[in-house]
């Protein structure tokens, strides 16, 4: 049974720093790419940012690039998301999900996931 529990979020104010965690469970998981979502209240979840398998291939969407980093650790069967200069823009519920299937050496917009966890909350203040 896929787990992803997420950890890291909480209330800053503009221009400070979080590392969001993503612990997984109950797959393989150095043979599935991960992304990190975020859900601002009234919006559609969105993809912020991916990383393949390997970690050799990421995905940013524009309004984070430059400030947020994805990084993985297969042997501790984690995802990370460095957040800095963080904006008020940036407030939303984040959760990382599972690739739907396993392998592939690219990700990008169009990669699909499924298998959400349950999200931490990023509260950002000016």
């Known amino acids: 049974q896929v787990q992803l529990v997420e950890s890291g979020g909480g209330s800053v104010q503009s221009g400070a720093s979080l590392r969001l965690s993503c612990a997984a469970s109950?797959?393989?998981?150095?043979?599935?790419?991960m992304g990190w979502f975020r859900q601002a209240p009234g919006e559609e979840r969105k993809l912020v940012a991916a990383?393949?398998?390997?970690?050799?291939?990421?995905y940013y969407v524009d309004s984070v690039k430059g400030r947020f980093t994805i990084s993985r650790d297969n042997a501790k069967m984690s995802v990370y998301l460095q957040m800095n200069n963080l904006k008020p823009e940036d407030t939303a519920v984040y959760s990382c999900?599972?690739?739907?299937?396993?392998?592939?050496?690219?990700?990008?917009?169009?990669?699909?996931?499924?298998?959400w966890g349950q999200g931490t909350q990023v509260t950002v203040s000016s």
């Open positions: 999900a599972r690739r739907t299937r396993p392998g592939g050496s690219e990700v990008d917009e169009s990669t699909d996931f499924g298998s």
């Open positions: 990383i393949s398998w390997s970690g050799d291939s990421t």
């Open positions: 109950g797959f393989g998981f150095s043979r599935y790419a």
